[in-house]
């Protein structure tokens, strides 16, 4: 069955520290990889898509087959990236994972 | 500029009443999703279309219809709005092709009391 994990729901960090969002998922075949971003009182948008290897608002993803994951990474968390981040994978529609809430403290 | 929109933005109801929610997009999209967000479970998908007079059932879809008579709107009905219904609900579209981006509207918070 698909299934996509994002095992962490509330990821709290400080400003300017690294941050990783986890991403794993479990899938036949190869799925596209997206993360979506919905900010404070704001509607969801495209993060980043695996598949353009685009760098957004200093956020990357690597797809690893070997582990099935799709990591969302920053080095350098801002106030403004706090927001609640989806994982969703696609061979069709888009399967969300349940979320992770980021927090970063000033 | 093309969008897409909800309406309306917050509806409160009772147990039992149809209750319609409007989706309208702009961007001439032929694929149009309903989805509902719920603390714990993320996006569900209740509905799809990928086009006039096409309808799909999607992994929440009991208790939801639509229909698309039209490539603007997927008017997504609750024939006997339950309580367990209460959530966000966010239409999104997209157009054809394999996997693309998909835009969501602003969402619509209904509560069924």
């Known amino acids: 069955a698909q299934r996509v994990t994002q095992p962490e729901k509330l990821l709290s960090v400080f400003k300017g520290a690294p941050v990783e969002l986890k991403c794993n998922y479990s899938?036949?075949?190869?799925?596209?990889l997206f993360w979506y971003v919905q900010y404070s009182r704001q509607r969801l948008q495209l993060l980043l898509r695996?598949?353009s290897r685009e760098s957004i608002k200093g956020f990357t993803a690597d797809l690893n087959k070997g582990e099935t994951s799709f990591h969302l990474k920053k080095p350098f968390a801002q106030e403004e990236d706090s927001a609640m981040y989806y994982c969703a994978p696609s061979q069709g529609n888009l399967i969300f994972g349940k979320g992770t809430k980021l927090s970063v403290k000033p | 500029d093309a969008e897409i929109t909800q309406s309306p933005r917050h509806k409160i109801t009772e147990t039992g009443r149809q209750v319609t929610l409007a989706c309208h997009q702009t961007w001439n999209h032929n694929n149009m999703f309903w989805y509902r967000q719920d603390l714990g479970h993320g996006l569900r998908l209740i509905h799809y279309?990928?086009?006039?007079?096409?309808?799909n059932k999607g992994e929440v879809s009991d208790g939801y219809s639509v229909s698309r008579s039209n490539t603007e709107d997927l008017p997504l009905t609750l024939e006997s709005a339950a309580s367990s219904q209460t959530s966000v609900y966010f239409c999104?579209?997209?157009?054809?092709?394999?996997?693309?981006?998909?835009?969501f509207g602003p969402g619509t918070r209904l509560t069924v009391l």
């Open positions: 695996h598949i």
């Open positions: 999104a579209s997209s157009e054809s092709g394999v996997r693309p981006e998909q835009f």
């Open positions: 899938y036949s075949g190869s799925p596209e």
């Open positions: 279309s990928y086009g006039v007079q096409d309808t």
